[in-house]
């Protein structure tokens, strides 16, 4: 199974950056595709950003295009997702998850289908003020 803890949550003021972790243990990142979700009070939550197993593929919501940088260390099993030009409507709590289905090395993309990703952290806050 695999055991997912984020960390680098905090408070920032608009326009502003900040990095949240997510680190792996139990399995390995090698040939898993992780996202990253948030979820705001009252609201569904929603994909953010995802990275292919390599790193090669990563995708990202349209909102956070320009801002948002999701980076993986596959040797210390760790994802990463750098923010910046923060905006209080990215105030959310940020979720880290991993597609367990291994495919063939080769199939080696992003996506950011919440369906298909299988494993979950407890989550980390962001909080954004203007």
């Known amino acids: 199974q695999v055991q997912l803890v984020e960390s680098g949550g905090g408070l920032v003021q608009a326009g502003g950056s900040l990095r949240v972790s997510c680190a792996a243990s139990g399995h390995t990142f090698r040939r898993y595709a992780v996202g990253w979700f948030r979820q705001a009070p009252g609201k569904e939550r929603e994909f953010v950003a995802g990275?292919?197993?390599?790193?090669?593929?990563?995708v990202y919501k349209d909102s956070v295009k320009g801002r948002f940088s999701i980076s993986r260390d596959n040797a210390k099993n760790t994802v990463y997702l750098e923010m910046d030009s923060l905006k209080p409507e990215d105030t959310a709590v940020y979720y880290c998850?991993?597609?367990?289905?291994?495919?063939?090395?080769?199939?080696?993309?992003?996506?950011?289908?919440?369906?298909?990703?299988?494993?979950w952290g407890q989550g980390t806050q962001v909080t954004v003020s203007s």
């Open positions: 998850a991993v597609d367990g289905k291994i495919g063939p090395a080769t199939s080696d993309y992003a996506h950011g289908h919440l369906q298909e990703y299988d494993y």
């Open positions: 990275i292919s197993w390599s790193g090669i593929s990563t």
